[in-house]
């Protein structure tokens, strides 16, 4: 690991924030099947990280299928609607394990926090889960052009705290998340299995196991 103090700590939402990688999947497996498509739950972990239109076009390569511009804008607003509609009682009790502690925690030790994440519903999400106030800044998939693993939207989420990305740490769950901080010259930080993120500086199961030592630790860059 970088040796370098973190001033900055940048979440992913879907899986280290909040599971709305659940809500996802019922989404696009709900739109597959209405088009006569494959979507499994092995299909479903490629797409952590990865934008709404990139997704779709995995889905149709997956499948083999060619449809056509009109019909792709359509089905990328149908998704977004089943998985609003799938999120919309969300509320504080969906905030993962231990996320509030660590926040509070990175909080006392002087960090800047910023949400970098690829969802265009990361805002009404942090404002369901009774997160937002703690966010000095949030960069999502309205800021950025560039999906992961592009570092665009953690440098953008470095800029907004006015720190630089060295001294900066991403807590990410999905592979091309982990790459996106990586190629940002951040430390990145897995949460999830190892067999998906063992390219992470380190990889935790959840935040339940890392303990407030271990957080300052880090952000002292040991």
């Known amino acids: 690991m970088s040796r370098t103090k973190k001033l900055g700590v940048i979440f992913d939402l879907d899986g280290v924030i909040v599971d709305t990688a659940k809500y996802h999947f019922i989404a696009w497996q709900q739109l597959a099947q209405s088009q006569g498509w494959t979507f499994t739950a092995a299909d479903n972990e490629q797409l952590k ?8 076009e995995l889905i149709l390569s997956w499948n083999k299928a060619n449809i056509s511009s009109e019909l792709f804008e359509r089905l990328l607003k149908e998704k977004n609607e089943r998985y609003l509609s799938l999120i919309r009682d969300m509320d504080e009790s969906e905030q993962l394990p231990d ?4 926040i509070e925690q990175f909080k006392a030790m002087g960090c800047k926090i910023a949400l970098g ?5 990361a805002r009404p999400i942090l404002n369901k889960v009774a997160l937002t106030p703690y966010f000095d800044a949030v960069v999502d998939g309205t800021n950025v052009s560039k999906a992961k693993p592009d570092p665009e939207v ?3 989420g470095a800029e907004a705290l006015g720190i630089s990305p060295e001294a900066c740490v991403v807590f990410e769950d999905a592979a091309a998340g982990i790459e996106a901080a990586h190629a940002a010259g951040m430390m990145a930080i897995g949460i999830g299995q190892p067999t998906h993120l063992g390219h992470a500086d380190a990889v935790f199961p959840n935040f339940t196991v890392i303990d407030d ?3 300052k630790q880090l952000i002292n860059g040991q």
């Open 99 to 102: 996320v509030l502690r660590v």
């Open 49 to 56: 990280g990865v934008s709404r239109v990139r997704s779709l």
């Open 154 to 156: 953690f440098l953008q």
């Open 117 to 121: 994440s690829a969802s265009k519903n």
């Open 213 to 215: 030592a271990l957080l």
